[in-house]
């Protein structure tokens, strides 16, 4: 754990990453877009309105535009991945 790799009490670093997460989504709502080095970028995207199916009736179902957010790893990232 965090807390105790670095020697923090485990409530100040429940507060401290809630924090830097809580700080992400505002970028993301606001910019639409963050890029951290080495690590990747998260970015929002519009997904377009849609027919879907219910897999029991197989009806047709319509499905809103919504956005959602992908991830794009970086070299660092995706290097550390093939490590494994």
Do not use: C, H
């Amino acid at each position: 754990l965090l807390s105790d790799k670095y020697g923090v009490p485990k409530g100040v670093t429940l507060k401290v990453v809630q924090g830097v997460l809580d700080y992400v989504i505002e970028i993301l709502i606001k910019d639409k877009r963050l890029e951290l080095r080495n690590f990747g970028v998260f970015e929002v995207k519009t997904r377009k309105p849609r027919i879907g199916r219910n897999p029991k009736t197989r009806e047709a179902v319509p499905i809103p535009e919504r956005r959602v957010v992908k991830f794009k790893p970086g070299k660092m990232f995706k290097d550390r991945m093939k490590e494994l």
